[in-house]
Nanobody
Framework: QVQLVESGGGLVQPGGSLRLSCAAS????????MAWYRQAPGKQRELVAS???????NYADSVKGRFTISRDNAENTVYLQMNSLKPGDTAVYTC?????????WGQGTQVTVSS
């Protein structure tokens, strides 16, 4: 059974940091592009960052310089380090695994940036 399980969300003050983790199981992790998406209330889901099996990364303009995506292919885990968080980063963050024949989503984890 293919499964993505996110963790690490929570409440943080503006300027703070959080690290999200996404543990994958039931798939050959190295064959997937991994990504983090987010969806704020009343807004469309947007791509935050993605990373290929070889480590090539892509970021939304709104998070460049603040967020870092990384992956550990030995541990089947992808991470999102989020620094200098802003209230506008408040959203449900969801992990995604995609390749030429598969598209898998996690359940999501809430990130709230508020004082």
């Amino acid at each position: 059974q293919v499964q993505l399980v996110e963790s690490g969300g929570g409440l943080v003050q503006p300027g703070g940091s959080l690290r999200l983790s996404c543990a994958a199981s039931g798939l050959i992790f190295s064959q997937y592009v991994m990504a983090w998406y987010r969806q704020a209330p009343g807004k469309q889901r947007e791509l935050v960052a993605s990373i290929t099996s070889g480590g090539a990364t892509n970021y939304a303009d709104s998070v460049k310089g603040r967020f870092t995506i990384s992956r550990d292919n030995a541990e089947n885990t992808v991470y999102l380090q989020m620094n200098s968080l802003k209230p506008g980063d408040t959203a449900v963050y969801t992990c995604n695994a995609r390749n030429w024949q598969d598209d898998v989503w996690g359940q999501g984890t809430q990130v709230t940036v508020s004082s």
